[in-house]
């Protein structure tokens, strides 16, 4: 397990997000959670994800590559927009568990959503910068709601977040 390298540590070495890294490691079937094994300080003792050093060389090089590669193109701007997606997950039984998240290819990300959960239902999107997401989160869960997983959301009105989240839209500036 010393052959472990945590994503945390794998993002920042790179100054990327850990999700990108934990994307990259569930594709490529080379995540493992282990035990943080700090004897203080923060995340003692709590699971953390990691991926072993080979995977992370492997990593680092591919997203060299691919950066020295945007940056040699004419297109050198990374996308950061997108749309802002609500999503009734079993709209049939249990209409106010939700999921709520960003994606810059929506048609992709509901097709890797139907293969786990193929009853949703896309409620509605909004243009969206990819650093708002966290934002709107919060703010349209702030009350009422229940994370039981990763963007799901057990809340007592769907109706209620659907309007908060038009509420937080109406006053973002415009996303072209």
Same mark, same amino acid.
């Given at each position: 397990?010393?052959n ?10 790179l100054?990327? #997000?850990?999700?990108t890294v934990?994307r990259? *490691?569930?594709?490529?079937? *080379?995540l ?6 700090? %004897?203080? !300080?923060? !995340? @003692?003792?709590? /699971?953390? =994800? ?7 060389e ?6 060299l590559s691919?950066? @020295?590669?945007?940056? #040699?193109?004419e297109f050198? %701007?990374i996308?950061d927009?997108?749309?802002? =997606?609500? /999503? ?14 960003? @994606?810059?290819?929506?048609?992709q990300r509901? !097709?890797s959503f %139907?293969t ?5 239902k896309v &409620? %509605?999107?909004?243009? *969206?910068l990819r650093?708002?997401e ?5 703010? &349209? ?6 994370? /039981? !997983? $990763?963007? /799901?959301?057990d809340?007592? @009105? =769907? ?6 989240c038009? $509420?937080f839209?109406?006053i973002?500036?415009? &996303?072209?």
């Amino acid at each position: 397990m010393n052959n472990l390298i945590s994503l945390r540590k794998v993002a920042k070495d790179l100054g990327i #997000d850990a999700g990108t890294v934990k994307r990259w *490691c569930e594709q490529n079937n *080379c995540l493992f959670k282990t035990k943080n094994t700090k %004897k203080t !300080g923060k !995340g @003692s003792g709590q /699971i953390c =994800y990691a991926v072993d050093k080979d995977n992370a060389e492997k990593f680092k090089k591919q997203r060299l590559s691919e950066t @020295s590669e945007l940056a #040699d193109s004419e297109f050198t %701007k990374i996308v950061d927009h997108g749309c802002f =997606y609500f /999503i009734q997950v079993i709209p049939d039984f249990t209409p106010n568990r939700i999921k709520l998240g960003f @994606s810059d290819n929506l048609t992709q990300r509901i !097709g890797s959503f %139907k293969t786990v959960i193929p009853t949703l239902k896309v &409620v %509605k999107t909004w243009p *969206c910068l990819r650093c708002w997401e966290r934002a709107a989160i919060a703010s &349209v869960t702030r009350m009422n709601c229940i994370f /039981i !997983g $990763e963007e /799901i959301i057990d809340c007592d @009105s =769907y109706e209620l977040i659907l309007q908060r989240c038009d $509420e937080f839209f109406s006053i973002m500036p415009v &996303v072209l």
